[in-house]
């Protein structure tokens, strides 16, 4: 095969119809072994015809007819495979050297936890699945000798300025802090109280990043933040008193580490996915990501300021989650997926998002977790409890 393996969990997707454009610049250094959706057949076809893809992967097994039709349409020759278990089996296969984790929930979790088990490279957009299995990933990484590349532009960021050495412990290698940048989403400055009656496409319409629903969703109300502060702890080994936030509304500086000597290295650059996604993809070398160059002339000026938790509360409650351990991080997520489904639905106010993760984190039991079964296991009973938050107590 010329050039390396990849497979993208998620093409489909914003991060995933990123990739595949910086890819197209680069035809002779990936081959595209398999690009994977849930239910969007028709731009999956679209994509493995362009990228001539191996393997045509459909998540809903009830959409693989339509998309052998849509494949047939386009004289493409991609094999389809369907269903859940297909998404592990892309991962697993030998022409698969590298893997794009970019399905977006915990519905990610399973295959892209298998692509470390197969020993894959893996570029890590997904991010809920390191919040909620950071240990399992931890270990797994480990024992198959893995590397795990981050893309979020803030980890990606942390990645690029620390020490190669980080693994043996932050405080070994000088670091005091790791200080991850918040836009602050479309409702920066905004009181609490002026937030109710919020419109999913106003929570939608993020003001330097374009995402997902549910990742914009959830930049609106920090709870992006709060999630990527566990996924900080899992990534870089990291405590939760060596983890700070700051808000910058430019989102030009993608995050920063405070070292010992005062010193404080930052990663810069325009706000657009590609640069993180290229170098994810080329590491340790670097490819052109078909960005603008950063003119830090022609920019506005930068601006920093300490995080608004009485507005925006679900940041707040990332640290206790990290302070309990254990299943609580699966329960925050699982909560946030239903209530910012439920809101995207309009059943449910914006400011009812954090009622129904603290209320689903009041009530479920957490424990230790062992496994990916355990993991699974919380997760569902976490989606049942906040399913019953929303219809017995909000309302709906
Ligand atoms: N967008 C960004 O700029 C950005 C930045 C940093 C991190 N991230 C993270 O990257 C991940 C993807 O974000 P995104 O904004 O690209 O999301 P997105 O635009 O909503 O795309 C999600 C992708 O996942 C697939 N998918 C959705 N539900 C699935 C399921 N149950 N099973 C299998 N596949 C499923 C979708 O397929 P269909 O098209 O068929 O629905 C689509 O390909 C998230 O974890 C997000 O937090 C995103």
Known sequence: MAGQGITIL??????????????????????????????????????????QA????????TQATDLQTALNQLGCKSEVLAGREALSEVVSMDETDVVMAAIVGAAGLEPTLHAVQAGKRLLLANKESMVIAGELFRKAATEHGTTIIPVDSEHNALFQVLPKDFESGLENVGVERLILTASGGPFLHKARHTLADITPDEACNHPNWDMGRKISVDSATLMNKGLEVIEARWLFNARPDQIEVIIHPQSIVHSMVAYRD??????????????????????PQRINAGVEALDLTKQPKLEFYPPDLESFPCLGFAFEVLKAGGSAAVVFNAANEIAVDAFLKERIGFLQIPSVVSAA????????????????????????????????????
Not at 39 to 47: C, H, I, P, Y
Not at 54 to 61: L, P, Q, T, W
Request: charged letters at 20%.
């Open 262 to 283: 005062g010193s404080v290295l930052a990663q810069m650059g325009l706000p657009d996915m590609r640069t993180p996604i290229a170098y994810a993809l080329a590491w």
């Open 54 to 61: 191996r393997y045509a992967v459909i998540s809903d097994a």
């Open 361 to 396: 984190l009041d009530r479920c039991e957490t424990g230790k977790i062992e496994n990916l079964d355990e993991v699974l296991e919380f997760d569902r009973l976490a989606r049942d409890a906040s399913n019953r938050i929303i219809h017995s107590h909000i309302g709906s």
């Open 10 to 51: 998620g093409a489909t997707g914003s991060v995933g119809e990123s990739t595949l454009n910086v890819l197209a610049a680069h035809p002779h250094r990936y081959q595209v072994v398999a690009l994977t959706a849930n239910r969007n057949f028709s731009r999956l076809a679209e994509q493995c015809s362009q990228h």
